[in-house]
């Protein structure tokens, strides 16, 4: 009994030296918690996706490594500096991606990188910060809801960036970044009419968008989410052979590193934008769910964080950023399984990449910033 008690209370003393070092850091530990596990769920899968290319799981695991450094020192700037700071943010965002249409780098058709010898990455990456931080600057200066002229300058700071970044072509970024900042003017309290009108300008635009906008790969995918069997062993390739992966892997899944589709190398983009059929295949629908529920309580716990801050530029960076996160899930999980064409959207947490999940966690370390700055309220 004497050594049970002694166990207990070196426990308690150790819960209590992490929740005290968390505090000290400003992180918030059941989200850093979620942000773990799943990136640890992320590195599972990958070094099976990669196969024999182990370089690029050891490249993931250094990135994850960046990626949480850069959130530890984001969650360490008070909140004033973020809010002071935003039109710079995003005025720097539109400077390089006008560097980039001009001077960028071109890989896969796409012009949308710079290179400084040291580093080469997407200044599109930005913007996904950048316009949602630019939208609570202007709309928590102002009554809320917001009206028809605040909604239509807030459109103007998002629309211009959307247009920069899909005339690279990317449209799964932009995409991204017209998300995060229409989340924002949502969240702002954007009366119903406003959506409705939207929603039918928008629906209106569609044929111009079609015809004079798009391009014709972006029809394509279009035209190959209604049937892919049209186009079988080409633009339909990606889509039919993710969803064999993901059928046959059933409820429970072939197991780990066991999956035909993704170790025979029939499935495309395995280790990036496809990663969620591998899942799908090895570990079966408990394996997605598995995810899932991950995904739903950082985005959970993130919404929660977003209602405890303390001014209304908190409340709606944080909420934007939190349910972009999600965005990020849905449109990846809706490509992969052949309900939403296919726009190359990472996986979140999970896919091999750098700049992405980087800029993920540097969102995660403003919002976990700004929920801190609560307890000056008292």
Known sequence: MMYGELGASRTRRTVTATARLLRALHLDGMLLSGLVAVSVFG????????????????????????????MIALAQVPDHFYRMLSPAAYALGLLLLAVVAVAGDVGK???????????????????????PMM????????????????????LIVLLVPVVLIAEQPDLGTALLVAAAGLIVLVMGGL????????????GAAVPLVWRFLMHDYQRQRVLTLLDPQSDALGAGYHIIQSQIAIGSGGVFGKGWT??????????????TDFIYAVIGEELGLLGLIALLIGYLFIV???????????DAFARLLSG???????????????????????????LPLVSYGGTSFVTLMAGFGILMSLYSSRKLLG
């Open 43 to 70: 590195l599972f899968i990958l070094y099976s996706a990669a196969g024999d290319n182990t370089g690029l799981w050891f490249n993931q695991l250094a990135r994850l490594g960046i990626g949480f450094a850069v």
């Open 109 to 131: 058709g796409a012009q949308r990188w710079l290179d400084l010898g040291f580093v080469r990455f997407q200044p599109s990456e930005i913007l996904k910060l950048g316009v």
């Open 135 to 154: 939208c609570a600057w202007y709309l928590h200066q102002r009554p809320l809801p917001p009206s028809l002229r605040d909604v239509a300058v807030v």
């Open 191 to 202: 009366p119903w009419a406003y959506l409705l009108g939207g929603a039918a300008v928008v």
């Open 258 to 271: 066991n999956g035909s589709q993704a170790q025979l190398e029939f499935l495309p983009e395995r280790s």
């Open 300 to 310: 959970g716990r993130g919404l929660y964080m977003a209602t405890q801050c303390r």
């Open 320 to 346: 934007s950023i939190a349910l972009t996160f999600f965005v990020y899930a849905f449109v990846n999980a809706g490509m992969v399984t052949g309900l939403l064409p296919v726009v190359g959207v990472p």
